[in-house]
């Protein structure tokens, strides 16, 4: 468990690192925050769980390991960006749509990669552009992107599974916040983070 915990550890700092490196350049008014920020920390908390989940789902198979880690980082680096920053850096897409892309090679299943990442683009898309017209702002071209590395990475049709619990995180997350009266009806609730929740518990546990 120890050295599972450490790597989890690393791997939260690394994910805290991209967002740093592919938020650099943007104009967003003031610095990311520490590793002990409270996003920091949660960002650090969110990689040391998946790894831990990930070591376990191994059974000592370290090629299922590595590729669990690999697919998972972009989407961690995502999450620490937009819940600073409110962005999707492109930086972080091409890097993950590199990374699916190779092990969609090597797996031998391009055409479910490419299916995947159509139907995400496809059906984000098409939110999109339906519910800008009903609530401006509610849904930017920064989610499309990602929801089309989404499925990308994990492939049709769990890509679609991963996008559907990432909406329903998205919901549940929504009501708490303002439940608690942490955001009010109208504030931008990055959704970002909730995409890539419902990927990461999709690719562990298929």
Do not use: Q
């Not at 090597?106 to 990669?113: F, K, P, Q, V």
């Amino acid at each position: 468990m120890a050295p599972a915990v450490l790597m989890g550890l690393l791997y939260g700092g690394l994910g805290n690192l991209l967002a740093d490196l592919s938020l650099y350049g943007f104009d967003i008014g003031r610095l990311r925050g520490g590793l002990l920020s409270a996003r920091g920390l949660a960002v650090t908390f969110w990689g040391l769980a998946f790894v831990v989940v990930a070591w376990h789902r191994a059974e000592g198979e370290l090629a299922s390991l590595v590729r669990h880690l690999a697919l998972g980082l972009p989407l961690l680096g995502i999450t620490a960006a937009d819940l600073e920053a409110r962005l999707i850096p492109n930086r972080l897409v091409l890097g993950g749509v590199a990374v699916g892309l190779g092990f969609g090679a090597a797996e031998g299943r391009l055409i479910g990669t490419a299916a995947g990442a159509l139907a995400g683009l496809g059906l984000f898309g098409l939110a999109y552009l339906v519910g800008n017209r009903l609530y401006p702002g509610g849904l930017g071209a920064g989610d499309v992107k990602l929801a089309g590395l989404i499925g990308l990475e994990l492939g049709f049709p769990a890509g679609l599974s991963a996008l559907f619990l990432g909406v329903v995180l998205g919901g549940v997350g929504a009501l708490v916040l303002l439940a608690a009266g942490v955001r009010r009806l109208k504030d931008p609730i990055p959704y970002g983070p909730f995409l890539c929740a419902g990927a990461a518990v999709t690719l562990l546990t298929t």
